[in-house]
């Protein structure tokens, strides 16, 4: 097993908008045993209400939904290059269908809080702090519309950073 190590979030100097936009990241939740994990390339990182946080979207569509809204926390895994089969295969297969885990060679590593994986360079933990549904009468430019030609508005999840984890 690889060795990581805790550092804190404001030493984090990687370029967010190409690491979530481009090189995807997995959203985690569950417990050893039962969870499950899917690739994002939307999300974001901040600081709201005074506390560092990240910005998750799931489809209610997704078997990761059933994960974040049961668990109290969830992890953002950014793997090392050369995983980006796994990245794709794990955003274009359900884990209601299929062990994503078996199929892309993944090692889950299992936080107390949350799953995340032996191939991270970065992992953030984070606690649910407050989630909000996708209302498209909210929609201010109607082109965001054709990000949803079925209708399958995301949730959007707050969650403040508890862990900052990066490879060694």
């Known amino acids: 097993m690889s060795k990581f190590i805790e550092v804190s979030p404001g030493e984090l100097n990687d370029n967010i908008f190409k690491q979530i936009g481009q090189e995807w990241m997995l959203i ?9 994990t899917m690739t994002a390339s939307w999300g ?11 910005f998750a979207f799931v489809r209610p569509s997704r078997f990761t939904y059933e994960f974040m809204e049961r668990e109290k926390y969830f992890s953002l895994s950014f793997l090392e290059e050369g995983n980006r089969r796994a990245l794709q295969f794990c955003g274009a297969h359900s884990g209601r269908d299929t062990d994503k885990i078996a199929q892309t060679g993944l090692n889950p590593i299992f936080d107390a809080q949350a799953p995340y994986y032996d191939e991270c360079r970065l992992v953030l933990i984070c606690r649910k702090i407050y989630f909000q549904d996708i209302d498209p009468a909210k929609f201010l430019d109607p082109a965001i519309s054709g990000n949803y030609q079925q209708e399958d508005y995301h949730r959007m999840y707050v969650g403040e950073i508890l862990k900052v984890i990066k490879k060694v």
Not at 28 to 36: E, K, L, P, R, T
Not at 44 to 54: A, E, F, R, Y
């Open 44 to 54: 974001g990182l901040g600081i709201l209400w005074n506390t560092n946080v990240s």
């Open 28 to 36: 985690s939740a569950g417990q050893a045993g039962n969870f499950n």
